[in-house]
Each structure stands twice: as structure tokens, then as C-alpha cells.
């Protein structure tokens, strides 16, 4: 991707110094950049500054600022800092990791074995434990939403990203009011479960059946349902998945889980990503913990000259201490919380 972008070369907030883009997105771009004076690698997502103004998109960037910060766990991206540069430039400064998307590892291998796609799977839930503890629904795994770290040893270490379409639910289990228009579905066609896509209902069940679908692609290299995306909302709802053992080496207990996943009625699939991750280790005999981690300047001189996806910062310097973190918690809330309720998002 070119670096030809304006903001290359700039430092945003007296701090973080842009290096390169890495890729654009719906709400905004991404860029590798280093904080000062340490030059500890770090990502930042910029807010488009044309979005800044729009109810539903600014309503978006604050809803991953909040999630982000609140779920501490291995497998999520970390946030470390976020912020406004002279009014117009909204963003969040998250880990700089080496990865790639378990798209295109799909792309470059077409289907995983199964001892590989349970043990990413394992990761997948037990970051939703703890999404969902915090009464988080991610709302939008994908196989672009999942990433592998390149410094993993002996294994795939993955971390989750995007949570900017994700919901909060309250006690009772029932999501907050969307910040999307009536009617309108946000997420990934081929992952969204038949209850969001019918009633626009999302609780954390509709992970679980998004985790169905990445399992039943990493083992058969292809979603359930594919096609024109009216077709494929249409097979979701109506339609029952081939299993995964008609197009794969499948064990019988993994083909079971999986169908029980992409259950068209929430109430019959699994309770909970807890229940998902016990049912991989009992069926796999492992216990499926992520592999540990090589230095990260394995990873970037192995691949020298190639922007990552997302950076890990590998410095001591640059990570934030654990007061610094709950600060940043803390202040994020109310900023994000006064703004939310200046324009009416939440």
C-alpha cells in the first residue's frame, strides 16, 4: 500500500509521529506510527474528520473506544491511549502487532486441520468470556476480524479486533439501543445470525453463532452460505448448513458442536463461550492455550520492509503502567460518556 498520504510524517498530539499507512477502513485509517521520545511502535486509528459530525459513525469510534479499553485480555488488541489533534483529528492509539488475517491464511491454504482450527477457536471464546463478562457482543467476527501473530512459537497466537460495531448489553441480557438507523444491519453478511438479521436482536449467543461459522470455514475453507449477500442473509434464516463433515475430516463431536452453534434459535446454542471453549479441550483432550512469543523483532526482521496489519509495541518504555491504563479507563468513560450524551448517541 502507498504511504502518499498526507498525515505521513506528522505528529498528532505532540506525541505520536505518523510512519506509514497501512490500510483504510469504514470509519477511518490506520497507521504505524512511534510515540516520542521513546519511538515505541504503536497503531493509530484515525476517525475519517468528514465523520466526526455523523451521529451513527462518531457514535461507532466511541462505542471501540470503550470496548477496547475494557476488555483485558491476551487475545484482544490493547488499547494504550486515544485523543484529538487541533479539534478535527479523532483517534485511538492501540498495539502495533506482526500478523496476518486468518483470511489470508484461508486464501493461501483453503481449509485448516482440525487440531488448528480448534485451538484458534479456543482463543476466539475465551476472549468472548471476557468480552461478554463486561457485557460486550463484538457483533462483528469475522475471518478479517481474527488475527495470527507472526511471532507465535509452535502455534497460533490470535488477537481480535474491531469492536466498533459492538453492542452493550445490561444484566438481563438485553442490548442497549442501537446507534444504527431502524433497519439497518451492520457486520459481516456471511457471519450474522438469523435473530439480527429477522428482528435486529443481539445478545452474546449471536457471537457464538459467528463462531460457528468461523469454525465451519477454517475446517471446509468456505462459510456455511454463500453468494449474492440478499442470498446468503436469506440461507441464515431459513436455511440449515451442510455439515461440516460433508466437506471435511471431521470428528463427530466437532460437526455435533458446530451444528448446535449455528442453531437457528439462539436458546438452543451453547449458553455461553465458556460452554464452547470446555466442549474444544474436552473434544481435542488439550487444553488449547495460546503458544508463547517470540521477541518481536523476530517478527519484523523476518519480514523487513512490509507493513503489519497492526504492531505490537515490544519496548518497555512505551507500555503504559497498570495506573496509567485504569486512568485512561476512567477518563475515557466520562469523555466518551459526555460527548455520547451531547449528541444523543447512546
Same mark, same amino acid.
Given at each position: ?25 469504514g470509519l477511518g485509517k490506520v497507521y ?11 497503531? @493509530?486509528? $484515525? %476517525? ?5 459530525? !455523523? ?5 461507532? *469510534? &466511541?462505542?471501540?473506544? +470503550? ?78 476480524? @481474527?488475527? $495470527? %501473530? ?5 502455534? !497460533? ?5 474491531? *469492536? &466498533?460495531?459492538?453492542? +452493550?448489553?445490561d444484566e438481563r441480557g438485553q442490548a ?169 448517541v447512546f
Open positions: 500500500m502507498t504511504t502518499q498520504d498526507p498525515l505521513v510524517g506528522h505528529t498528532l498530539a505532540g506525541k505520536y509521529v505518523i510512519e506509514r499507512l497501512v490500510r483504510e477502513e504505524d506510527a512511534v510515540i516520542l521520545p521513546q519511538r515505541a511502535p504503536v497503531s @493509530v486509528k $484515525l %476517525l475519517h474528520p468528514h465523520l466526526v459530525e !455523523d451521529k451513527e459513525s462518531f457514535g461507532r *469510534f &466511541g462505542r471501540e473506544m +470503550l470496548a477496547t479499553a475494557a476488555i483485558s485480555h491476551p487475545n484482544s488488541v490493547r488499547m494504550l491511549d486515544f485523543g484529538e489533534h487541533r479539534g478535527i483529528f479523532h483517534f485511538l492509539v492501540l498495539e502495533r502487532l506482526w500478523a496476518r488475517t486468518l483470511t489470508t491464511e484461508l486464501a493461501a491454504l483453503g481449509q485448516l486441520p482440525v487440531g488448528r482450527s480448534c485451538h484458534i477457536s479456543a482463543q476466539i471464546a475465551s476472549v468472548l468470556i471476557s468480552a461478554h463478562a463486561e457485557k460486550i457482543i463484538h457483533r462483528n467476527l469475522s475471518s478479517d476480524n @481474527v488475527l $495470527l %501473530l507472526e511471532n507465535a512459537i509452535t502455534g !497460533d497466537f490470535v488477537k481480535i479486533r474491531d *469492536f &466498533g460495531t459492538s453492542r +452493550l448489553f442497549d439501543d442501537d446507534i444504527s438507523d431502524v433497519d439497518t444491519r451492520v457486520g459481516s453478511v456471511a457471519y450474522m445470525s438469523p435473530e439480527y438479521i429477522e428482528q435486529g436482536i443481539v445478545d452474546p449467543r449471536s457471537d457464538l453463532y459467528a463462531m460457528g461459522v468461523l469454525l465451519y470455514q477454517m475446517l471446509t475453507g468456505e462459510p456455511p452460505f454463500t453468494g449474492r449477500p440478499g442470498d446468503v442473509l436469506d440461507a441464515h434464516v431459513r436455511m440449515t448448513a451442510p455439515p461440516a463433515s460433508s466437506k471435511a475430516a471431521v470428528p463427530l463431536w466437532l460437526d455435533a458442536l458446530i451444528a448446535t452453534l449455528l442453531e437457528k434459535d439462539p436458546l438452543l446454542r451453547p449458553r455461553n463461550a465458556a460452554e464452547v471453549l470446555t466442549a474444544l479441550q474436552r473434544g481435542t483432550s488439550k487444553r488449547l492455550d495460546p503458544p508463547d512469543l517470540a521477541p518481536e523483532s523476530v517478527a519484523r526482521r523476518a519480514r523487513a520492509g512490509e507493513p503489519g496489519v497492526l504492531d505490537d509495541d515490544e519496548e518497555e518504555e512505551g507500555r503504559f503502567s497498570m495506573v496509567s491504563a485504569l486512568a485512561v479507563v476512567v477518563i475515557l468513560v466520562v469523555v466518551v460518556g459526555l460527548v455520547a450524551v451531547a449528541l444523543g
